[in-house]
Protein backbone atom coordinates (compact mmCIF):
# COMPACT_ATOMS: atom_id res chain seq x y z
CA UNK A 1 0.00 0.00 0.00
CA UNK A 2 1.39 3.08 -0.90
CA UNK A 3 2.10 5.41 2.02
CA UNK A 4 3.59 9.15 2.84
CA UNK A 5 4.77 10.40 5.97
CA UNK A 6 5.77 14.34 5.91
CA UNK A 7 7.56 16.16 8.93
CA UNK A 8 7.29 17.77 11.08
CA UNK A 9 4.13 18.18 11.30
CA UNK A 10 4.07 22.24 12.26
CA UNK A 11 7.12 24.53 11.62
CA UNK A 12 7.87 27.82 12.78
CA UNK A 13 9.92 29.99 11.11
CA UNK A 14 10.75 33.74 11.07
CA UNK A 15 10.79 35.71 8.32
CA UNK A 16 13.80 35.35 6.28
CA UNK A 17 15.10 32.12 8.04
CA UNK A 18 14.95 29.32 5.25
CA UNK A 19 14.50 25.67 6.11
CA UNK A 20 13.26 22.35 4.33
CA UNK A 21 9.99 20.21 4.65
CA UNK A 22 10.33 16.11 4.05
CA UNK A 23 7.75 13.78 2.25
CA UNK A 24 9.11 10.24 2.79
CA UNK A 25 6.95 7.33 0.48
CA UNK A 26 6.56 3.99 -0.16
CA UNK A 27 5.00 3.69 -3.75
CA UNK A 28 4.29 0.75 -6.21
CA UNK A 29 6.21 2.55 -8.96
CA UNK A 30 6.26 6.28 -8.98
CA UNK A 31 4.25 8.16 -11.65
CA UNK A 32 4.42 11.32 -9.93
CA UNK A 33 4.89 12.95 -6.41
CA UNK A 34 3.04 16.26 -5.69
CA UNK A 35 2.91 19.34 -3.60
CA UNK A 36 0.18 21.41 -2.63
CA UNK A 37 -0.49 23.98 -0.44
CA UNK A 38 -3.60 24.69 1.11
CA UNK A 39 -5.05 27.38 3.45
CA UNK A 40 -7.75 26.94 6.19
CA UNK A 41 -10.99 25.95 5.03
CA UNK A 42 -9.73 25.91 1.32
CA UNK A 43 -8.76 23.47 -1.12
CA UNK A 44 -5.42 22.25 -1.69
CA UNK A 45 -3.08 24.39 -4.35
CA UNK A 46 -0.92 22.94 -6.56
CA UNK A 47 2.92 23.71 -6.59
CA UNK A 48 4.83 21.03 -8.27
CA UNK A 49 4.92 17.91 -9.73
CA UNK A 50 8.29 15.60 -9.67
CA UNK A 51 8.46 12.83 -11.59
CA UNK A 52 11.72 10.87 -11.46
CA UNK A 53 14.62 10.91 -9.00
CA UNK A 54 17.31 13.52 -9.21
CA UNK A 55 14.45 16.00 -10.54
CA UNK A 56 13.83 19.51 -8.78
CA UNK A 57 11.76 22.30 -9.34
CA UNK A 58 11.57 25.83 -8.67
CA UNK A 59 8.77 28.75 -7.77
CA UNK A 60 9.48 31.35 -6.13
CA UNK A 61 10.80 30.93 -2.67
CA UNK A 62 10.21 27.83 -3.16
CA UNK A 63 12.24 24.37 -4.16
CA UNK A 64 10.92 21.27 -4.76
CA UNK A 65 13.69 17.74 -4.83
CA UNK A 66 12.98 14.15 -5.14
CA UNK A 67 14.78 10.94 -4.76
CA UNK A 68 13.78 7.38 -4.85
CA UNK A 69 12.70 7.71 -0.81
CA UNK A 70 11.93 11.19 0.01
CA UNK A 71 11.15 14.67 -1.32
CA UNK A 72 12.08 17.84 0.23
CA UNK A 73 10.47 20.97 -0.14
CA UNK A 74 12.53 23.75 0.20
CA UNK A 75 11.69 27.19 1.98
CA UNK A 76 14.52 30.16 1.40
CA UNK A 77 13.74 33.32 3.18
CA UNK A 78 10.28 33.04 3.72
CA UNK A 79 7.14 35.64 4.26
CA UNK A 80 4.82 35.45 6.74
CA UNK A 81 2.40 35.25 3.14
CA UNK A 82 3.75 31.68 3.08
CA UNK A 83 1.94 30.74 6.02
CA UNK A 84 -0.23 27.15 5.08
CA UNK A 85 0.15 23.99 5.73
CA UNK A 86 1.87 21.94 3.02
CA UNK A 87 1.11 18.92 1.56
CA UNK A 88 2.82 16.32 -0.25
CA UNK A 89 0.91 13.53 -2.45
CA UNK A 90 2.44 10.67 -4.58
CA UNK A 91 0.66 8.41 -7.15
CA UNK A 92 1.78 5.15 -8.14
CA UNK A 93 1.52 2.97 -10.96
CA UNK A 94 -0.42 0.00 -9.11
CA UNK A 95 -3.29 -1.40 -11.17
CA UNK A 96 -3.49 1.95 -13.25
CA UNK A 97 -5.15 4.03 -10.40
CA UNK A 98 -5.33 7.54 -10.37
CA UNK A 99 -5.22 7.98 -6.92
CA UNK A 100 -3.38 10.76 -4.99
CA UNK A 101 -2.23 9.04 -1.39
CA UNK A 102 -1.65 12.23 0.91
CA UNK A 103 0.43 12.77 4.02
CA UNK A 104 -1.14 14.59 6.35
CA UNK A 105 1.02 17.99 5.89
CA UNK A 106 3.20 20.31 7.75
CA UNK A 107 1.95 23.25 9.27
CA UNK A 108 3.94 25.83 8.30
CA UNK A 109 3.95 29.45 10.41
CA UNK A 110 5.80 32.23 9.32
CA UNK A 111 6.30 34.80 11.91
CA UNK A 112 7.26 38.39 11.08
CA UNK B 1 -3.99 27.52 -13.84
CA UNK B 2 -6.82 25.32 -13.80
CA UNK B 3 -9.55 26.53 -12.37
CA UNK B 4 -12.52 24.08 -10.21
CA UNK B 5 -15.55 25.78 -8.66
CA UNK B 6 -17.01 24.08 -5.45
CA UNK B 7 -20.30 24.57 -4.43
CA UNK B 8 -21.69 25.08 -1.74
CA UNK B 9 -19.14 26.11 0.46
CA UNK B 10 -20.66 25.61 3.22
CA UNK B 11 -23.64 23.51 4.28
CA UNK B 12 -25.53 22.37 7.77
CA UNK B 13 -28.34 20.27 7.49
CA UNK B 14 -30.43 18.03 9.71
CA UNK B 15 -29.97 14.20 10.34
CA UNK B 16 -31.77 11.95 7.34
CA UNK B 17 -31.91 14.53 4.55
CA UNK B 18 -29.73 14.71 1.83
CA UNK B 19 -27.31 17.07 0.62
CA UNK B 20 -25.76 17.73 -2.66
CA UNK B 21 -22.50 19.13 -3.66
CA UNK B 22 -21.55 20.48 -6.88
CA UNK B 23 -18.17 20.53 -9.17
CA UNK B 24 -17.08 22.15 -12.21
CA UNK B 25 -14.32 22.46 -14.14
CA UNK B 26 -14.58 26.14 -15.51
CA UNK B 27 -11.63 26.59 -18.40
CA UNK B 28 -11.55 22.83 -19.16
CA UNK B 29 -13.16 19.76 -19.81
CA UNK B 30 -12.22 17.20 -17.66
CA UNK B 31 -12.81 13.44 -18.19
CA UNK B 32 -11.96 12.17 -14.55
CA UNK B 33 -13.02 14.20 -11.50
CA UNK B 34 -12.42 12.59 -7.68
CA UNK B 35 -13.66 13.22 -4.64
CA UNK B 36 -12.33 13.32 -0.99
CA UNK B 37 -12.63 13.83 2.43
CA UNK B 38 -10.51 15.55 4.94
CA UNK B 39 -11.21 15.08 8.73
CA UNK B 40 -9.17 17.39 10.97
CA UNK B 41 -5.68 17.54 11.19
CA UNK B 42 -6.00 14.23 9.04
CA UNK B 43 -4.68 13.57 5.45
CA UNK B 44 -6.96 13.91 2.39
CA UNK B 45 -8.60 10.21 1.26
CA UNK B 46 -9.68 9.74 -1.50
CA UNK B 47 -13.56 8.70 -1.55
CA UNK B 48 -14.35 7.68 -5.37
CA UNK B 49 -13.48 8.16 -8.91
CA UNK B 50 -15.70 10.08 -11.05
CA UNK B 51 -15.42 9.39 -15.19
CA UNK B 52 -17.79 11.07 -17.35
CA UNK B 53 -19.63 8.91 -18.73
CA UNK B 54 -19.98 5.68 -16.63
CA UNK B 55 -19.64 4.60 -13.05
CA UNK B 56 -17.98 6.27 -10.41
CA UNK B 57 -15.42 3.72 -9.08
CA UNK B 58 -15.49 3.58 -5.31
CA UNK B 59 -12.65 2.99 -2.72
CA UNK B 60 -12.70 0.31 0.10
CA UNK B 61 -14.70 1.18 2.40
CA UNK B 62 -17.13 4.04 1.05
CA UNK B 63 -20.18 3.44 0.52
CA UNK B 64 -22.07 3.63 -2.69
CA UNK B 65 -25.13 3.66 -2.38
CA UNK B 66 -24.39 6.79 0.50
CA UNK B 67 -22.10 8.85 -1.32
CA UNK B 68 -24.32 9.00 -4.94
CA UNK B 69 -22.05 10.44 -7.96
CA UNK B 70 -22.88 11.31 -11.42
CA UNK B 71 -20.40 12.84 -13.63
CA UNK B 72 -22.79 13.85 -16.30
CA UNK B 73 -20.77 16.74 -18.61
CA UNK B 74 -17.30 16.95 -19.18
CA UNK B 75 -16.90 19.95 -16.65
CA UNK B 76 -19.65 18.58 -13.79
CA UNK B 77 -19.73 16.24 -11.45
CA UNK B 78 -21.93 15.96 -8.52
CA UNK B 79 -21.68 13.82 -5.06
CA UNK B 80 -24.89 12.97 -3.36
CA UNK B 81 -25.15 12.51 0.49
CA UNK B 82 -28.12 10.13 0.97
CA UNK B 83 -29.68 10.34 4.79
CA UNK B 84 -27.19 12.31 6.49
CA UNK B 85 -25.98 11.50 9.96
CA UNK B 86 -23.62 12.92 12.15
CA UNK B 87 -20.71 11.16 11.49
CA UNK B 88 -21.00 12.40 7.92
CA UNK B 89 -19.73 15.98 8.93
CA UNK B 90 -16.65 16.62 7.35
CA UNK B 91 -14.69 18.48 4.56
CA UNK B 92 -15.21 16.79 1.19
CA UNK B 93 -13.53 18.21 -1.66
CA UNK B 94 -13.40 17.83 -5.02
CA UNK B 95 -10.48 17.59 -7.80
CA UNK B 96 -10.39 17.86 -11.36
CA UNK B 97 -7.32 16.21 -13.70
CA UNK B 98 -6.12 18.18 -16.60
CA UNK B 99 -3.09 18.72 -18.30
CA UNK B 100 -0.20 16.45 -17.73
CA UNK B 101 -1.91 13.96 -14.93
CA UNK B 102 -2.31 17.24 -12.45
CA UNK B 103 -5.07 17.26 -9.91
CA UNK B 104 -6.63 20.54 -9.25
CA UNK B 105 -8.67 21.29 -6.35
CA UNK B 106 -11.95 22.91 -5.55
CA UNK B 107 -11.97 25.15 -2.27
CA UNK B 108 -14.01 22.57 -0.37
CA UNK B 109 -17.55 21.79 1.05
CA UNK B 110 -18.06 22.02 4.84
CA UNK B 111 -20.55 19.74 5.58
CA UNK B 112 -22.59 20.12 9.31
CA UNK B 113 -24.95 17.55 9.67
CA UNK B 114 -27.09 18.26 13.11
Known amino acids: EDQVTQSPEALRLQEGESSSLNCSYTVSGLRGLFWYRQDPGKGPEFLFT???AGEEKEKERLKATLTKKESFLHITAPKPEDSATYLCAVQGRLGGSEKLVFGKGTKLTVNP | GAVVSQHPSWVICKSGTSVKIECRSL??????MFWYRQFPKQSLMLMATSNEGSKATYEQGVEKDKFLINHASLTLSTLTVTSAHPEDSSFYIC??????????FGAGTRLSVL
Open chain 1, 50 to 52: LYS
Open chain 2, 95 to 104: SAKAGRNIQY
Open chain 2, 27 to 32: DFQATT
